[in-house]
Nanobody, 126 residues
Framework: QVQLVESGGGLVQAGGSLRLSCAAS????????MGWFRRSPGKERDFVAA????????VYAGSVKGRFTISRDNAKNTADLQMNSLKPEDTAVYYC???????????????????WGPGTQVTVSS
């Protein structure tokens, strides 16, 4: 069982930055793919970014590529999402997710993740 808790959400003006952090409670954190998803009101849960368990390679949704950066610290059991140049359309509840040694082809599929945090609200004002 893996428990995930997000932090770092809040209200920011367009063009600003936020850093989200996900803390995981597991002794085998380094074996988990870590992903970030988001859900805006009335929309499905969309993929944002993921980082590999094996080589820390990353995958991004096209809408955030070049603005967001995902990273992980296996010593601290954390996965962070640095969000720069934020836009009002980035407003959403952001969720951290984890999956054990899953293949790269599943990184952007929310149903492939077995563990989820409760989410943290990010609001970008125009």
């Amino acid at each position: 069982q893996v428990q995930l808790v997000e932090s770092g959400g809040g209200l920011v003006q367009a063009g600003g930055s936020l850093r989200l952090s996900c803390a995981a409670s597991t002794r085998t954190f380094s074996s988990y793919v870590m992903g970030w998803f988001r859900r805006s009101p009335g929309k499905e849960r969309d993929f944002v970014a993921a980082i590999s368990w094996s080589d820390s390679s990353t995958v991004y949704a096209g809408s955030v590529k070049g603005r967001f950066t995902i990273s992980r610290d296996n010593a601290k059991n954390t996965a962070d999402l640095q969000m720069n140049s934020l836009k009002p359309e980035d407003t959403a509840v952001y969720y951290c997710a984890a999956n054990y040694r899953s293949p790269r082809s599943t990184y952007n599929i929310y149903s492939a993740y077995g563990y989820w945090g409760p989410g943290t609200q990010v609001t970008v004002s125009s």
